[in-house]
């Protein structure tokens, strides 16, 4: 069974520092990466995927992530961090192999709140 | 602009009562998917159709249906079994039979009991 975990249920950074939300990833096959953002009484908005090639992958809103392999982790960051970036962050996995039987199920971790004060 | 609406965006239901919440989507994707969200447990798979007039149970299916007449469209009903269905219900499409796609995701429409 595949799973993802995410450590914090909450970060705090202050604005303009560097941020770091954690994830760790457990999955048969390949992994197929990706975070999302979601604000208050909203849906989850796509930040950025991880299927193959450069670990480090750069996505919407100057966030990027840093796959590794040894480590089973795909860890979200952001260099500079902005108030309107305080918002419910998941961490998901999905087998790279094509299963069947609807096999190829999103797993989502249980998500990070992140907070950016000023 | 293709998206995904969902409504209603609240929904109140009564002991005993069945409710139905509406997914529609125009971005042309096979695959459709309804979520459960509730606080610190992250989403949770409950139904998802992989092409129309064919569905599959999620991991909490027990207390819900769900139907795929159209492409377009995937509905939720959540039966007097769910003994629990206040949470977050979030719709989500994705290109069918590529796992490498991301989902998308409607507004959601949260459910509460009377």
């Known amino acids: 069974a595949q799973s993802v975990a995410q450590p914090e249920d909450q970060v705090n950074v202050a604005e303009g520092n560097p941020l770091t939300v954690k994830c760790t990833y457990s999955v048969s096959g390949n992994p197929y990466l990706f975070w999302y953002v979601q604000y208050p009484n909203r849906g989850l908005q796509f930040l950025l995927k991880?299927?193959?090639?450069?670990?480090l992958v750069k996505g919407s809103y100057g966030f990027e992530a840093e796959f590794n392999k040894s480590q089973t982790s795909f860890h979200l960051k952001k260099p500079s961090a902005l108030v309107s970036d305080s918002a419910l962050y998941f961490c998901a996995v999905r087998d790279g192999r094509i299963l069947t039987g609807g096999g190829n199920k999103l797993t989502f971790g249980t998500g990070t709140q992140l907070k950016v004060e000023l | 602009d293709g998206g995904i609406t969902q409504s209603p965006k609240y929904l109140f239901r009564k002991e005993g009562q069945n409710v139905t919440l509406s997914c529609e989507q125009n971005l042309n994707h096979d695959a459709m998917y309804w979520y459960r969200q509730d606080p610190g447990q992250g989403l949770r798979l409950i139904y998802y159709?992989?092409?129309?007039?064919?569905?599959q149970k999620g991991d909490i299916a027990e207390g819900y249906s769900v139907s795929r007449e159209k492409k377009e469209s995937f509905p939720l009903t959540v039966t007097s079994a769910q003994k629990n269905p206040t949470a977050f219900y979030l719709c989500a499409s994705s290109i069918g039979g590529r796992p490498n796609q991301p989902q998308h995701f409607g507004d959601g429409t949260r459910l509460s009991i009377l």
């Open positions: 991880y299927i193959t090639g450069d670990n």
């Open positions: 159709s992989q092409i129309v007039n064919d569905f």
